[in-house]
């Protein structure tokens, strides 16, 4: 995929995110748009040689509407200016944790987890954590894992502990955490490299032990 004419898009669309601009340049989307889905699927081939659940999935079930839902937000901007896609069993709408990848000229980036867990969901991951905190504690400071991936992104927690628990609880800080995501940013030469495919996937691999943790609490 050629990801410098996909920047020079989305720059482009940023700067004139409207619909006569778009409908002229629709011609450019629908072929960038293309060889995305191809990525994609190169993407699904290879994560399914470490996730077995990766393997059925279909790249219109992973990559995301290029519209914006504008309906409850102040910005009215139609278009988004990334490309993105998810990968997690039962496709993009499923409540499963998985791998993200997010392209867009400002941050580009792969990230992985579960973003905003439902209340059931957030409830049955901090009871996991509180049972099994030595196996988490473990995956999330296994020297691979620290380095491909950010610490656990603390955007959205709780000021004080979770009721039903005790704030000595060793597991605390990760009990107040509302979100279970870590990212890992990579640049448009990341990308363009010819073994692209195979280095996201790496990368990719040594966060499945995390996404496991997390969808064994809802599946269970």
Not at 63 to 84: A, C, E, L, W
Request: net charge neutral; hydrophobic share 35%; glycine share 4%.
């Amino acid at each position: 995929m050629n990801f410098s004419a996909l920047y020079q898009f989305l720059n482009q669309l940023s700067e004139n995110n409207h619909k006569i601009w778009f409908d002229e340049n629709r011609p450019r989307y629908e072929s960038l748009r293309k060889d995305w889905l191809n990525f994609v699927q190169e993407l699904i081939i290879a994560f399914s040689s470490f996730d077995a659940d990766i393997s059925e999935l279909e790249p219109k079930n992973c990559i995301f509407r290029i519209n914006r839902d504008v309906r409850f937000s102040k910005d009215k901007s139609p278009y988004k200016t990334n490309f993105g896609a998810y990968f997690s069993k039962g496709g993009k709408k499923s409540l499963f944790g998985g791998y993200y990848i997010h392209i867009d000229p400002k941050e580009t980036f792969l990230a992985g987890g579960m973003w905003m867990p439902e209340p059931p969901q957030l409830q049955a991951i901090r009871q996991e954590i509180d049972y099994h905190f030595t196996d988490f504690k473990s995956i999330i400071e296994n020297p691979v894992f620290k380095k491909n991936f950010s610490e656990i992104n603390t955007e959205q927690k709780t000021v004080g502990i979770p009721k039903g628990y005790e704030k000595e609880n060793p597991s605390a800080e990760y009990l107040k955490l509302k979100n279970f995501v870590v990212m890992h940013k990579i640049s448009i030469s990341d990308l363009e490299n010819k073994d692209a495919i195979k280095n996201i996937s790496t990368i990719f691999k040594t966060i499945k032990p995390f996404n496991d943790f997390l969808n064994k609490a809802i599946d269970s």
